[in-house]
């Protein structure tokens, strides 16, 4: 292959993986679908092909959906196991962040609601909310008609919506303090004033600091607030599973505030809250080092400012 068609792909890879990981929300997986999709079109007729980038778009989506629908990923999300994995704010894999529906289409809590969703719903919705693909160019993507293209949207749309939270959103310099006030509050161990900042329907699911063979679920106020404190309260025995003394940071992940627990340079935890009319309404906890490998690499690269905790 010359250098000129490895060009053309390297030019498009930020956005393919960006397509892949909106699919799959798996940053691991959508780096495996891109690089596959590399080797097609290195064996590809590529004179035969009048429009790369559309050509490409459909191989990656449906080698994405290709792993949707297969027996691993069934299992994986059937066994309750599977969460979105986290990328810190700026990573291209999160693509384009011109729209609401765009930055709303990579969240962590509607990358969790697609699961609801089947393959060819998800690869509809993601194709026209997040890149703005018309049916007509979705249809052929997909290899269904136009008429079917806008159903799988509707489904879709209505599936996500009925998941969401109602309220206002903060904006991300005001969920921040939230986040930051939420965390004072539980490492001091102040459990009434954490009941106080969260929704009355507040959940936490937590991957039990990547030890836990299911996702632990949480659903109501005292709950949450109780698991919050006491995840967040420093002791010993977590400075050992860390693997020294960690510093807490709230930074953006998918566009939400998050605690990130560093040690050294390298995150060993990630807290992702959702803030809602002023009020925490939930927290996913990810610890399990395969989920965090993507979000360490940027880390090496991130400069911080000053910890929330410097010294945990």
Known sequence: MDSAAIDRFEAGRDRLASLAYRLLGSAADAEDVVQDAFLRWQAADRERIEVPEAWLTKVVTNLSVDRLRSARARHERAAGDWQPEPLLDGDPMLGPAETFEQRESVSLAVLTLMERLSPVERAAYVLRE??????????????????????????????????????DGADPAAARRIVEEFLAAAVS?????LVEMLTADATLVSDGAGLAGRLLRYDTRERVASFARAGFRPTPAKRRLAGGTPALYVELVNGSPAVLA??????????????????????????AAGRLTRLNEAWRRYAPGAPAVGAW
């Open 189 to 193: 161990g102040r459990t009434e004033r």
């Open 130 to 167: 997040a890149f703005a693909y018309p049916h007509a160019e979705i249809a052929g993507i997909l290899d269904i008609t136009e008429s079917a293209s806008q159903q799988h949207l509707h489904r879709a749309r209505r599936r996500i919506a009925a998941g969401r939270r109602t309220g």
């Open 262 to 287: 560093v040690v050294g340079d390298r995150v060993v935890g990630a807290v992702a809250f959702e803030v809602c009319d002023g009020r925490v309404a939930a927290l996913r906890g990810i610890a």
